[in-house]
């Protein structure tokens, strides 16, 4: 799997680039919200339209949990994708990916110890819980469906 790295800017904000986003397994990852099934449906649409991605998902890189992108996992599994697109963020240390609660949602408050948590066990926060504020917008990509139906070979040390 590439290494996840964070290009950092003249004011030290965060800034993610393409070089960032990484092709991981569907099966590694972990969600910890439901999704509302007509907005998977119109994104479902969009994206066979589109015949890829064309925005990463927002993954943990220790756990695999989701932390946004649920819908767009919720397709891969629907079109039996092996892989998605993902920029992996060490989410309990990172101090500029803030969490919230969406109104409504019946919570106060919720840390991401919780949402760890939750991703981790078998059940899952009612749709629209947890509000992630990201520090950067994720890069504009395009992942063709075809490469994201396969998984890669398998290769040894030397690459043979």
């Known amino acids: 799997m590439k290494k996840h790295y964070v290009n950092r800017q003249r004011d030290n904000s965060m800034s993610w680039a393409e070089d960032d986003v990484q092709l991981v397994p569907v099966a590694w990852l972990k969600v910890h919200e439901e999704i509302k099934p007509k907005n998977r449906d119109k994104l479902l649409e969009m994206t066979k339209k589109w015949g890829g991605y064309t925005k990463p998902l927002i993954v943990d890189k220790r756990t695999g949990a989701i932390l946004d992108g649920h819908h767009r996992h919720s397709i891969a599994v629907l079109l039996g994708l092996k892989r998605v697109p993902a920029v992996c963020v060490d989410y309990l240390e990172d101090d500029s990916i803030q969490l919230g609660v969406w109104p409504a949602c019946g919570l106060d408050s919720l840390t991401k110890q919780e949402v760890i ?3 981790l066990s078998d059940e899952v926060f009612p ?6 504020t990201l520090p950067d917008e994720t890069p504009p990509i395009f992942v063709p469906l075809e490469t994201l139906a396969v998984l890669p070979p398998l290769t040894g040390p030397d690459a043979s």
């Open 117 to 119: 948590a939750m991703s």
């Open 127 to 132: 749709p629209k819980t947890s509000r992630h």
